[in-house]
């Protein structure tokens, strides 16, 4: 494939089997179904096949498509040649539990995630390699000028870890910055104990004016001056953790009922 067809796609392959079988070993639980986004030329793929784990790949290139057939159909892999994002996830596995995991296209990653966690009843497990920055954003936590909308709805249902970090050198082509590499393991609880659309509301509202303290940035919630006047309300919400939020939602949730 081309170096500009490469770009096109918004990927850049790893080419270093050492970082690719260090991402395959963060998925334990060899009883899952695994699916791969991005798989390229398979270079991930191959250390999945080794550890015996039932490997389905979706890849939207038709040259990297033709290359998966030509050299893994015959070990196992069942391949997919479409868009994971317009993927209907609910008939991919049945009733199967399954992992997540890639060398993520920088230009859709946090797509990725946010699909991930409207389907995260079926998707226990999570890992894959983002733009540092990104992989950062959504492991940070409260008080961090990158902690923001990502960190607090993935932190919201899975616990997260930022694993290692990856230099430009070993992907073809290499990115003008660092990759880095994390695991989201989903909670034993991950359903809210409040309304999550509004939950998912206050997040987003929150954290687009996140210089201004709540009272101003959550105006369009039509708040009363009594809870206006709640010590929650004078924080800005990089200051908000999980369950602050939840809190948050649920004060919402009661003042519209008075």
């Known amino acids: 494939m081309s170096v500009k067809a490469k770009k096109h796609l918004g ?6 089997l050492s970082v690719a079988e260090r991402i395959a070993d963060t998925i334990t639980d060899t009883k899952l179904k695994v699916l791969e986004i991005g798989p390229g030329m398979g270079v991930l793929t191959q250390f ?3 550890k015996d784990l039932d490997t389905t790949v979706v890849e939207i290139d038709d040259e990297s498509v033709d290359y998966l057939h030509m050299h893994f159909l015959d070990k196992g892999l069942k391949i997919i040649a479409g868009d994971f994002l317009k993927m209907d996830l609910q008939t991919l596995f049945g009733k199967n539990q399954y992992a997540i995991i890639g060398n993520f296209p920088y230009n859709i990653s946090t797509q990725i995630v946010f699909k991930t966690l409207e389907h995260r009843e079926a998707i226990p497990f999570f890992s894959g390699m983002f733009q540092k920055e990104v992989a950062e954003r959504i492991a940070e936590k409260p008080g961090s000028k990158k902690y923001g909308i990502l960190s607090v709805l993935a932190q919201a249902f899975y616990e997260v870890e930022y694993l290692f970090t990856v230099p430009p050198v070993v992907f073809d082509p290499p990115p003008k910055v660092d990759s880095g590499v994390l695991q989201m393991t989903r909670k034993e609880n991950y359903t809210l104990p409040v309304d999550e659309k509004l939950f998912f509301r206050v997040v ?8 201004k303290m709540l009272r101003s940035s959550l105006k369009s919630f039509q708040l009363s001056a009594k809870l206006r006047e709640d010590a929650i309300f004078a924080k800005r919400p990089e200051q908000l953790g999980v369950a602050d939020f939840i809190m948050l ?4 949730i009661d003042d519209t009922k008075e």
Do not use: E, M, P
């Not at 990927?11 to 270093?16: A, E, G």
């Not at 987003?204 to 210089?211: H, I």
């Not at 939602?249 to 919402?252: A, D, L, P, V």
């Open 48 to 50: 999945l096949l080794k």
């Open 11 to 16: 990927q850049h392959f790893l080419k270093d």
């Open 249 to 252: 939602t649920q004060k919402i």
């Open 204 to 211: 987003k509202t929150a954290f687009n004016q996140r210089r």
